[in-house]
T-cell receptor, first 113, second 111 residues
Framework: NAGVTQTPKFRILKIGQSMTLQCTQD?????MYWYRQDPGMGLKLIYYSVGAGITDKGEVPNGYNVSRSTTEDFPLRLELAAPSQTSVYFC????????????FGAGTRLSVL | QQPVQSPQAVILREGEDAVINCSSS?????VHWYRQKHGEAPVFLMILLKGGEQKGHEKISASFNEKKQQSSLYLTASQLSYSGTYFC????????????FGGGTRLMVKP
């Protein structure tokens, strides 16, 4: 029962570096999401996808990119990391509108110094 | 615009009751409730749909007032395991399963 798997769990980046946060799910869910959670705050949607080949911006997409080449994988790319991107990143998946429950991964804690 | 949750924090003794509120300025299609333990991922509790009934899950239940665009989460006879941060996620009509989360309510249950 893997569910939603995120890697890495922790990462420290220097300003200007780039990295990819990996997210994979084994539940055959069509919908996938990326959120960021700043300390003591709620979740903010970065990008989402309703199926392979389809992605769209959420509330806070600037500084990030995504791709969805398969149903299982939904990587999040950070280009030119900035201190404002220090946060915990959660990936989630959902079967869709008929069963709109979102299942979250364990998160990636990212610090940009 | 994100929904507003109240209170921001609450401390209870085991066995006491609590109510957490979630209010939106937009017309809502559904309200989702999640609980997040410290350092862990959010976990789904329940969903309330427009036109639906009050939901319950053991001693945790919730209601949805469509006219006021408000939802309330009721925790009765609280247990130590209820400690965590509770988030409501709201979905507006035609949002396509996109949730906007509130800022969270921190709940601490003490022995």
């Amino acid at each position: 029962n893997a569910g939603v798997t995120q890697t890495p769990k922790f990462r420290i980046l220097k300003i200007g570096q780039s990295m990819t946060l990996q997210c994979t799910q084994d539940m055959n869910h069509n919908y996938m999401y990326w959120y960021r959670q700043d300390p003591g705050m709620g979740l903010k949607l970065i990008y989402y996808s309703v199926g392979a080949g389809i992605t769209d911006k959420g509330e806070v997409p600037n500084g990030y990119n995504v791709s969805r080449s398969t149903t299982e994988d939904f990587p999040l790319r950070l280009e030119l990391a900035a201190p404002s991107q220090t946060s915990v990143y959660f990936c989630a998946s959902s079967p869709g509108t008929l069963i709109p429950i979102q299942y979250f991964g364990a998160g990636t804690r990212l610090s940009v110094l | 615009q994100q929904p507003v949750q109240s209170p921001q924090a609450v401390i209870l003794r085991e066995g006491e009751d609590a109510v957490i509120n979630c209010s939106s300025s937009k017309a809502l299609y559904s309200v989702h409730w999640y609980r997040q333990k410290h350092g862990e991922a959010p976990v789904f509790l329940m969903i309330l749909l427009k036109g639906g009934e009050q939901k319950g899950h053991e001693k945790i239940s919730a209601s949805f007032n469509e006219k006021k665009q408000q939802s309330s989460l009721y925790l009765t006879a609280s247990q130590l395991s209820y400690s965590g941060t509770y988030f409501c996620g709201t979905e507006t009509d035609n949002a396509g399963n996109m949730l906007t989360f509130g800022g969270g309510t921190r709940l601490m249950v003490k022995p």
